[in-house]
């Protein structure tokens, strides 16, 4: 999706919403302390600024109903509770990116990212700043 460009009209959520087998998406934004989290990078800018993480994640129909990897990284718009809820429909999910966000740091985001704790559907690997082993993950 690097150099994405949309029609007018679409958004980016439509145009997602469509890729039903897709299995990894990074919709991270850059840090604004300058630290690493932007490998999804567009040549316009509107797209990813319209693009609203909790509405996509909550779309009915389900959305990315094959994912196998989220990066949500540097992203400052997302919900806890949103993002539980689309975890918890998505057991295929092996990897979260939430490094530089503050949903990293949720309770129930924490458990996922435990070696010996695992909800059901939880991520393999919870990358993020919120514990121990979430930044391990990350390197």
């Not at 990293?104 to 991520?123: H, T």
Request: glycine share 8%; charged share 25%; hydrophobic share 35%.
């Amino acid at each position: 999706m690097h150099g994405l460009r949309l029609e007018s009209g679409d958004s980016l959520s439509d145009v997602l919403s469509q890729l039903r087998e897709l299995r990894h998406l990074d919709v991270s934004e850059e840090n604004p302390d300058g630290h690493p989290g932007d490998d999804f990078m567009m040549s316009s800018p509107d797209p990813m600024a319209k693009f609203r993480v909790n509405e996509f994640l909550q779309r009915r129909p389900p959305v990315l109903p094959r994912i196998v990897s989220l990066d949500l990284s540097g992203r400052e718009d997302v919900a806890p509770e949103v993002l539980c809820g689309f975890l918890s429909a998505r057991p295929s999910l092996r990897f979260l990116g939430l490094v530089f966000t503050e949903a990293c740091k949720d309770e129930a985001l924490l458990q996922l990212a435990g070696d010996e704790v695992r909800a059901p559907g939880g991520p393999t690997m919870l990358s993020g700043s919120g514990s121990e082993s979430q930044v391990s993950s990350h390197f």
